[in-house]
């Protein structure tokens, strides 16, 4: 039998759902899920089977109207994650479908040339009349090749998604092994793991330039794993956020992280969780580097 392969980029506003989605049509969780926005930084691939087609989902990072030097880069990943796939699933939360972010989105759709699927989600949040009206409206706005309606969190319509991409993507070979979830090393996702903890425990208390990064991956002798990762902070003032009274929150943020690090790398983990200050690491090109973003050169004035 024939193979097929292609990618599939996810593009949507910020907190539209596509991490979710993404983690759904994988079945494992590879791309970080919090309620603060924007924490997708770079682009994650996710590797799904739609019968004899090997489906590569591209998580960028949601769509807004950057200011700073980092949302600038991330937008622009978005957009050439987008360019370079060969479908493009555009995700509306249908609970926020005519907000002005939403608005600004599609009216940069036009410029993605690349055959595009529209992806409703959060569909068990409003009434039936409400989500047949919002399809209406934007499918006649922008000519979609069709429209899914999914509850991402709880699973609802995402296999039908797959089912479409069967014989939508070009013929060709596998570009990785039927099993294979991701393409991101384990060190990356260890350290998404660690960053995501961060934001669930304090979500309401550090800004969100603080980054996370795996200086040590260590097999040991009888197969456990000792990584060591450092969180760098902007000022000592989050540094100490971080490490909580008697180091109690960053026991709690390893202790959590460790937990799902295991699972990824199925095997015992040894966590090691140091927090440094490095002034102004959001204008350090080597850091966009680590990241995968192309680094934003500020125009001469």
């Known amino acids: 039998m024939p193979t097929r392969c292609g990618f599939v980029a996810l593009i949507g506003v910020p907190n539209a759902g596509k991490s979710t989605l993404l983690n759904a049509l994988v079945g494992a969780k590879i791309s970080i899920v919090s309620r603060k926005v924007q924490t997708t930084r770079t682009q994650i691939r996710g590797i799904a089977m739609a019968g004899r087609t090997q489906v590569i989902f591209v998580d960028t990072p949601g769509i807004f109207a950057p200011k700073r030097r980092l949302e600038k880069a991330m937008v622009t990943s978005a957009w050439g994650g987008a360019s370079d796939a060969d479908r493009v ?21 036009g410029e993605v040339r690349q ?14 009349e409400k989500l047949l009206a919002i399809t209406a409206a934007l499918n006649e706005r922008i000519a979609f090749e069709a429209t899914f309606m999914v509850s991402a969190l ?4 995402v296999p ?18 039927e099993d294979e979830i991701s393409d991101a090393p384990l060190r990356f996702l260890a ?8 934001f669930e425990r304090l979500h309401d208390e ?7 990064e795996t200086e040590k991956w260590t097999v040991m002798k009888n197969g456990d794993v000792r990584i060591d990762q450092t969180i760098f902070v902007e000022r000592e003032s989050q540094r100490k ?25 199925e095997t015992k983990v040894h966590l090691f969780l ?6 102004d690491w959001a204008n350090d090109p080597e850091r966009y580097r680590e990241m995968g973003l192309e680094f934003p050169r500020e125009p001469k004035r």
Do not use: C
Not at 115 to 128: A, G
Not at 160 to 177: M, N, R, S, T, V
Not at 274 to 279: A, C, G, L
């Open 89 to 109: 699933g555009v995700l509306i939360d249908v609970t926020h479908a005519d907000h002005d972010d939403e608005e600004a989105l599609l009216a940069q759709l």
């Open 115 to 128: 055959p595009k699927f529209l992806i409703l989600n959060k569909i068990d949040l409003v009434p039936h």
């Open 154 to 157: 709880r699973g609802h319509g």
């Open 160 to 177: 039908k998604i797959l089912e479409w991409l069967e014989d939508k993507l070009p013929p060709g070979p596998w570009l990785y092994p």
């Open 191 to 198: 350290a998404e793991i660690t960053r995501e903890k961060i």
């Open 206 to 212: 550090l800004p969100y330039r603080s980054t996370v």
């Open 241 to 265: 956020i971080v490490l909580g009274e008697k180091g109690q929150t960053i026991k709690h943020i390893g202790m959590a992280a460790r937990k799902e690090i295991e699972e990824a790398a």
């Open 274 to 279: 140091f927090v440094k200050v490095r002034e």
